[in-house]
């Protein structure tokens, strides 16, 4: 069986999507993991104004405390979107994958496109050369032919390509289990096994 990973980058770039990055933040706190977080500039001012919670490292333990009832299992790492002289730049750091969540078609765009221009696209270009997942949680409809083009592209290169798409078959009822299914696949994705997906057992 393979072992779980133990260190994740987790980024959240400028779309809208705070709470579920906030959620998705949450249950990977919950586990003994080395926790890398990276905010761009926009994705910290929307995080903000979507969640009530200010992209600090204070802020994000006392509200991953108050919504579990328990202290974050996690060690949590916050790093400056501009400092490209960071751990989690360079390949000789072994992390086990990142996930994007948001990710921003502009992110995407330059991550396809290999232009390391921020910490955020640098880790991501680090995790696909060094064959690491890369799961990217795009925001963004509908999407142009362009937008298409730099998902595609990214997918040939080994990311994982998860949009927060809505499904039924598990009966949701409220915005919440919404938001944990699609959290549920991201950790899938990520190797991580998760409780919030109910799986299909057949019709």
Same mark, same amino acid.
């Given at each position: 069986?393979?072992?779980?990973?133990?260190?994740?980058?987790?980024?959240?770039? @400028?779309?809208? &999507? &705070?709470?579920?990055?906030?959620?998705?933040?949450?249950?990977?706190? +919950?586990r003994p993991?080395?926790?890398?977080?990276?905010? /761009?500039?926009? @994705?910290?001012?929307?995080?903000?104004?979507?969640?009530?919670?200010?992209?600090?490292?204070? *802020?994000?333990?006392?509200?991953? &405390? %108050?919504? /579990? $009832?328990? /202290?974050? +299992?996690?060690?949590?790492?916050?790093?400056?979107?501009? %400092?490209?002289?960071?751990?989690?730049?360079? &390949?000789?750091?072994?992390? %086990? @994958?990142? #996930?994007?969540?948001?990710?921003?078609?502009?992110?995407?765009?330059?991550?396809?496109?290999? #232009?390391?221009?921020?910490?955020?696209?640098?880790?991501?270009?680090?995790?696909?050369? =060094?064959?690491?997942?890369?799961?990217?949680?795009? +925001? =963004?409809?509908?999407?142009?032919?362009?937008?298409?083009?730099n998902?595609?592209?990214? /997918? +040939?290169?080994?990311?994982?390509?998860?949009?927060?798409?809505?499904?039924?078959?598990?009966?949701?009822?409220?915005? =919440? =289990?919404?938001?944990?299914?699609?959290? $549920?696949?991201?950790?899938?994705?990520?190797?991580? %096994? *998760?409780?919030?997906?109910?799986?299909?057992?057949?019709?």
């Amino acid at each position: 069986m393979a072992e779980e990973p133990s260190f994740i980058i987790c980024a959240v770039t @400028g779309a809208s &999507g &705070g709470p579920l990055s906030l959620r998705l933040i949450a249950e990977l706190s +919950r586990r003994p993991l080395e926790l890398h977080l990276v905010f /761009s500039p926009t @994705g910290a001012s929307i995080f903000s104004r979507e969640t009530g919670v200010e992209p600090s490292l204070d *802020s994000l333990m006392q509200a991953l &405390g %108050d919504s /579990s $009832g328990d /202290s974050p +299992r996690a060690t949590l790492v916050m790093h400056p979107p501009d %400092d490209l002289a960071a751990p989690i730049a360079s &390949g000789s750091v072994k992390w %086990d @994958g990142m #996930v994007i969540c948001p990710c921003s078609m502009g992110s995407a765009g330059r991550i396809a496109a290999g #232009v390391s221009d921020n910490l955020i696209t640098r880790a991501a270009d680090v995790t696909l050369k =060094e064959r690491r997942r890369l799961v990217l949680v795009p +925001r =963004e409809m509908p999407l142009s032919a362009l937008h298409l083009e730099n998902l595609l592209k990214l /997918s +040939r290169l080994g990311a994982v390509i998860l949009p927060p798409v809505l499904t039924f078959y598990h009966q949701p009822v409220t915005i =919440e =289990e919404h938001m944990d299914f699609i959290v $549920g696949r991201a950790l899938d994705a990520l190797g991580l %096994d *998760s409780e919030l997906v109910k799986r299909w057992s057949g019709a």
